[in-house]
């Protein structure tokens, strides 16, 4: 896969691309990142990106030609169609079937804008996904592009030791994740559940499933509505909502 990221500030980048699952995923191959100031591509002599929006208002708004030409630049030498990704306020909330979806590209490129926002232009021409990660807003598009980033890439099969980890992630099956215990069995009297020492694979599953429910009818039912329940969760749930009701 191939990431370009276009921003004003790239120097945000060095710290997260290059650490972690970002570098490792470079060093199996699986992904290349390219961060690309855009202000260099402004045709205007003070290098200005941004300008005062017609009508009037409030702030500054990002000019079409800086943008239209960096997009440009990175796609001039590939064959493929690349999804071009806005970090808006905006846009489509961000969920982990969008990066499951996006892992199978061959090519993102995210725009991470600032001040006001961005001329439509750029939105109806350029762009193929509005992508947000929640009701706020923040300074820029960069931490928001970064975090996607990591969601998307560490996705992509050679970058997790275990293939079978995104697939169990919260939100990769429409619940929220189990509990996870590891070593000492007992801790200060904080002892590890009997069912996860039995070496009973059956009875482990079933508990995985009952707590990964129980979790996500604590915290999130909203996914309750969306997600694929076993029976054995079905029956749960149903339980789970008669007690509630007495």
């Given amino acids: 896969m191939k990431i ?12 997260v691309l290059h650490s972690s699952m970002m570098k490792k995923a470079q060093e199996n191959d699986a992904v ?23 009508g009037g208002g409030a702030g500054m708004v990002l000019t079409p030609q800086p943008l239209f030409s960096a997009v440009e630049a990175v796609t001039k030498d590939t064959d493929t169609s690349p999804r071009v990704i806005l970090m808006c306020p905006q846009g489509e909330r961000f969920t982990q079937q969008k990066a499951e979806e996006l892992a199978g590209e061959e090519h993102l490129i995210f725009i991470c804008g600032h001040y006001e926002g961005y001329d439509e232009r750029i939105r109806q021409e350029l ?22 980033v990591d969601s998307v890439v560490r996705l992509l099969p050679e970058v997790l030791g275990n293939a079978a980890s995104p697939v169990l992630d919260s939100f990769s099956t429409g619940l929220l994740e189990h509990p996870h215990y590891t070593r000492p069995a007992d801790f200060n009297g904080l002892k590890v ?14 508990w995985r499933e009952a707590e990964s429910l129980h979790r996500t009818y604590e915290r999130r039912k909203d996914l309750l509505e969306t997600a694929s329940l076993t029976p054995y969760q079905q029956n749960l ?7 509630e009701k007495r």
């Fill in 127 to 148: 762009v193929t996904d509005e992508l947000s990660l929640g009701d706020f807003v923040l300074t820029g598009g960069e931490i928001a592009s970064m975090a996607i």
């Fill in 237 to 243: 749930l149903a339980a789970l909502e008669k007690e």
């Fill in 32 to 54: 290349t990142f390219s961060v690309t100031n855009f202000r260099d591509f402004s045709e205007n002599k003070h290098r200005k990106v941004d300008d005062y929006p017609y």
């Fill in 4 to 15: 370009d990221i276009l921003s004003l500030f790239p120097e945000m980048f060095e710290g």
């Fill in 193 to 206: 559940p009997d069912v996860l020492l039995s070496g009973n694979h059956a009875k482990i599953d079933q």
